[in-house]
């Protein structure tokens, strides 16, 4: 599926055409594997995948704003927080350390969430992922490189002001066990100094696109909505 190389941008240099068919086989030799494909157990992949990450504070609309973007434009959309909670659900060998993670606010260390992600990546029949909350961490951004060997192409920045976040996760209602005061204000310091400087670096490289997270769903998904629908119409 992922073999042929999709234009989805006229924008696309040749250079970055190249970087992306010679990222194409790393991904192919690195998620597939020959003898996996050989035995029939993964499809080979035709097209070249499309990769959204999807950053934010703690309750900054992520989540929110995916989903519309799944329904608009046919993402596949992997949560790597939802990844994680299915993992504590499943009693898995990590599911205790995991729990405990998030309770704390902390990160999951990285190899643990890319394995979850790649294995989500690589049973999809989609090309196009949004990978949200991901990656939280320097060390989670060079680890899915590492592993998955692929960059993404967009990068989605939520900016919402701290107060509205706090608000927003302490009305969630959703049982979640790192929606009350204590974690939130963890989860904060850990944005500020861990995540934030992955958003600048993805600023620095040109891939950042931020999005004021105030105002309604609707609103917030208009300035979304001409991102994807300008690699949409292209090619
Ligand atoms: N624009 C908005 N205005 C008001 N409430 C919103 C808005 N967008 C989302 N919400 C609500 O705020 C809460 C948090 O949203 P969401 O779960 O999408 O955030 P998130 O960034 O995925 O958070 P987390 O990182 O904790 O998973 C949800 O209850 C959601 O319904
Ligand atoms: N890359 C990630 C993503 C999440 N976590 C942990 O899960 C918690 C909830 O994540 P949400 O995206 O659903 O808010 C988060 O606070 C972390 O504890 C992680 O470790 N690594
Ligand atoms: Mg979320």
Known sequence: MWR?????????????????????????????GIAQQAKGVIAPKEK????????????SGKGTQCIKIVETFGFAHLSAGDLLRREI???S??????????KEGKIVPSQVTVKLIQKE???????????DGFPRTEENRVSFERIIGVEPNVVLFF???????????LNRNEG?????????????TVFQALSLPVINYYSERGKLYTIKAIGTEDE????????????????
């Open 176 to 188: 979640r066990v790192d929606d009350n005061l204590e974690t939130i204000k963890k989860r904060l």
């Open 159 to 169: 900016d919402c002001p701290e107060e509205e976040m706090v608000k927003r996760v």
């Open 93 to 102: 060998a990590d599911g205790a350390m995991i729990l405990n993670t998030i």
């Open 4 to 32: 042929r190389v999709a234009s989805l941008s006229s924008s696309i240099s040749s250079s970055f055409l190249a970087q992306t068919a010679s990222r194409l086989n790393t991904w192919e030799s690195l998620t597939t």
């Open 48 to 59: 070249t995948p499309f990769i959204t990450f999807v950053l934010g504070g703690p309750g």
């Open 220 to 235: 917030i998904f208009e300035q979304v909505r001409p991102i994807f629908a300008a690699f949409e119409t292209v090619g």
């Open 89 to 91: 659900a499943s009693k």
């Open 121 to 131: 990546m690589e049973l999809s029949d989609n090309h196009k992922f949004l990978i």
